[in-house]
């Protein structure tokens, strides 16, 4: 004890002399409440851990994230199966197939404005090709005309414009 | 009957009056943790809180206390960094310099009903709030808990010199804030 009398204090002492006992206060009958507290917090703590609130719905929350995580995962995935696995000419043969089973308004839906854009083109050119095609294949079945094909008068009125008089005729 | 440290432990260590030891273990020490915590923290909320904690922290660590220490020292430490830990997260919490800690504590030491300590008394509390934290907890333990010296260098873990000199400053520093206001 000798060691604790090394240190003077009594400046705060005697400042504290003329003081109240007690500065601070407890609730009534705090203490005696006390035990139960510590023991019921303890039995919190080793309860199992799925009736922690806390931890139900930490685990709650993080279920949830997962759960969103996969659908996305899966949704993404079949996507890209839809992409990698049906070239172009399964899908024109699938489409070919069950061209009665689609409507128009599906059909719209699937298209983008750009694909509309290359359908519209693409129609533009083959009909341009077809046409001249056409003319050219018309050109090449033509015969030559022959003197039936024209009337008298066609004939009278070309012969007229080649200089050719009426009395001439009968020396060709 | 006043039980022993030793006996305490004793039947705490006893699987069949583990909960025996325990409460005997709460019965001696609950007042004097919650006295520690509450002149720290000024609030009686938070010390309430602070006190459980450091008992369940107790309870859980009770099985690896091996007696190189009191129990006493070993239950007393606990109890400091708790509230040394109450009193930092507090700081980040509201990003507070250590000045404003202080005003903190003052005001709440103004609205706590469950104060009521007279001027002189007030006075004294708000001058042992502009020291620093440590000293602050050194002076309480010394001052009103009347610990010894050698039990407190234990619980704060530094050398009785260094502890003394503490107080010495803090008693100092008390006076001078006394004096002044």
Do not use: C
């Amino acid at each position: 004890m000798e060691e604790d009398k090394n240190i003077e204090d009594s400046g705060i002492r005697d400042f504290l002399k003329n003081s109240s006992e007690k500065e601070f206060r407890v609730p009534e009958n705090y203490f005696d409440g006390f035990q139960k507290n510590i023991h019921s917090k303890i039995h919190q703590d080793i309860s199992p851990w799925w009736k922690r609130p806390k931890l139900t719905i930490g685990i709650g929350t993080f279920a949830s994230i997962v759960l969103i995580l996969i659908v996305l995962f899966e949704l993404d995935k079949n996507k890209k199966y839809a992409r990698a696995e049906l070239n172009q000419e399964d899908l024109i043969a699938y489409f070919s197939e069950n061209i009665d089973e689609i409507s128009e308004s599906e059909i719209l839906e699937g298209l983008s404005d750009n694909d509309l854009n290359v359908f519209i083109d693409q129609t533009h050119k083959n009909d341009s090709t077809k046409t001249d095609e056409k003319k050219i294949e018309e050109k090449s079945n033509e015969k030559p005309p022959t003197l039936d094909d024209f009337t008298d008068e066609e004939i009278y009125e070309y012969m007229l414009d080649e200089g050719y008089g009426s009395g001439e005729w009968d020396n060709l | 009957m006043s039980w022993t440290d030793e006996e305490i432990i004793e039947k705490i260590q006893d699987k069949e009056t583990i909960n025996y030891g325990f409460n005997l273990l709460m019965d001696k020490y609950q007042e004097k943790v919650y006295w520690v915590i509450r002149r720290m923290v000024i609030a009686h909320d938070a010390a309430d809180d602070i006190a459980q904690e450091v008992f369940v922290k107790v309870w859980k660590n009770i099985g690896s206390f091996k007696g190189n220490s009191k129990l006493y020292t070993w239950i007393y430490r606990i109890a400091t960094n708790e509230a040394l830990n109450y009193l930092r997260k507090k700081k980040r919490r509201f990003f507070l310099p250590i000045g404003d800690v202080e005003h903190e504590l003052s005001s709440t030491l103004d609205a706590d009903n469950f104060y009521s300590g007279d001027e002189i008394q007030m006075k004294l509390q708000k001058s042992l709030l502009k020291l620093p934290e440590k000293q602050r907890m050194v002076f309480n333990m010394k001052y009103f808990e009347e610990m010894k010296f050698k039990d407190i260098a234990e619980v704060m873990d530094v050398s009785v010199g260094s502890l003394k000199a503490q107080y010495h400053h803090a008693v100092k520093k008390i006076e001078k804030f006394i004096q002044e206001d």
